[in-house]
């Protein structure tokens, strides 16, 4: 078990960084997830409805340009890890108010969604 959340851990690492010095996360990055969010929901359907939580609020935002299509699979991914839909949805506000904050601050119009969903999610998961 440690040892998985460790993987999962350096992966998250490597997506944010990605998604922060390029503003896009490669899809070979993020298809292992959506599999095992996949399988994951295979044996237990509340995975499935989680990532979906989690995914569909990127997806709208995705539609109006606002995100990219990386945002939409990694918030997919991330929901399953979170397993509950409740959390999914914590989460996905928890990064909106990220980037507002961002914003605030006077970073630039378009950044990087995927940091800051990593971070909102790793918050929900350690005080969720």
């Known amino acids: 078990m440690v040892a998985t959340a460790l993987v999962v851990m350096v992966w998250l690492a490597m997506v944010a960084e990605c998604d922060r010095r390029t503003a896009r996360i490669p899809n070979r990055l993020l298809w292992p997830g959506v599999l ?19 995914s569909v609020p990127y997806l709208l935002a995705f539609a109006r340009r606002w ?8 918030g997919f ?37 995927g940091p800051t969903l990593i971070l909102a999610a790793v918050l929900v998961l350690a005080f969720g």
């Not at 995100?67 to 990694?74: A, I, M, P, R, S």
């Not at 949805?89 to 990220?98: E, H, R, T, Y």
Request: a positive charge; charged letters at 10%.
């Open 67 to 74: 995100c990219g299509g990386g945002d939409v699979k990694l």
């Open 36 to 54: 095992a969010v996949v399988v994951g929901g295979l044996i237990s359907p509340h995975v499935l409805i989680a990532a979906l939580a989690g």
């Open 77 to 113: 991914v991330l929901g399953g890890i979170l397993a509950y839909p409740v959390a999914a949805l914590l989460m996905v506000a928890l990064a909106q108010v990220g980037v507002l904050i961002g914003h605030r601050r006077g970073g630039p119009v378009r950044r990087p969604h």
